[in-house]
């Protein structure tokens, strides 16, 4: 079956722009994450879904970044007002229950110039 | 708060060498600790875990054991190959938390040449 999907690969934009990236966990999967990988840092935890739960939303790094999940599926994350440190690969997971692996996409590379 | 710190790389070795890459980590209690691997133009992959102390995770020849005492969980393997090649990540998930809420390495990129 297919993997995790994220799209846009790779987004370019301009400082002060919005950007949308989109996520598609494996079906069937109830609990889905965000991550995010900045030059030189390791990955950092962003925002979390299980089912119909209220997200985990303590990493998220400034209220111009936002998700949500729609019908317990695929997953967009905002990001209003873009600044260059938020140039960075942004990554979803999804697993099947909490205690489950956790199964990566390819992830988008986002570029703010 | 939780935190791994993993050999920085890059990491060059010659196939068939002997392979460590170090992962210590700080956390209270007994974290999940994990092991994830990129290979180039993939997605993330789980390679190996280990969630209690003194477990050994192992897998495509690859080792780690969960050492409480030192707080290390080093990635071992003895006799790497070119399609080894990939970018490893060090991780722990806080316990009673299960998988979510990972905290990551920064990675170390590993090479091997022929």
């Known amino acids: 079956g297919a993997g995790v999907s994220q799209s846009p690969s790779n987004k370019v934009t301009e400082k002060g722009k919005d950007v949308e990236l989109r996520c598609d966990p494996i079906?069937?999967?109830?609990?889905l994450y965000w991550y995010r990988q900045s030059l030189g840092q390791g990955l950092e935890f962003l925002i979390y879904f299980q089912g119909n739960s209220a997200p985990d939303k303590s990493g998220l790094p400034s209220d111009r970044f936002s998700a949500e999940r729609t019908g317990g599926s695929v997953s967009t994350l905002t990001i209003q007002r873009t600044q260059q440190e938020d140039s960075a690969v942004y990554l979803c997971a999804s697993s099947f229950l909490r205690e489950e692996t956790q199964y990566f996409g390819p992830g988008t590379r986002l570029l703010v110039l | 708060g939780n935190s791994v710190t993993q050999m920085e790389g890059p990491v060059t070795l010659s196939e068939e060498a002997f392979l460590t890459i170090n992962c210590t980590y700080t956390a209270t209690g007994y974290p999940s600790l994990f092991w994830y691997v990129q290979y180039p133009g993939e997605g993330l992959q789980l390679l190996l875990k280990?969630?209690?102390?003194?477990d050994k995770g192992s897998n495509k020849g690859f080792e780690a054991t969960y050492r409480k005492e030192t707080t290390s969980f080093h990635l071992e393997k003895g006799s790497v190959q070119v399609s080894d090649s990939a970018v490893y990540f060090c991780a722990l998930s806080p316990p009673n938390f299960g998988n979510e809420k990972l905290t990551f390495g920064t990675g170390t990129r590993l090479t091997i040449i022929p």
């Open positions: 280990a969630t209690k102390a003194d």
């Open positions: 079906s069937g999967h109830t609990a």
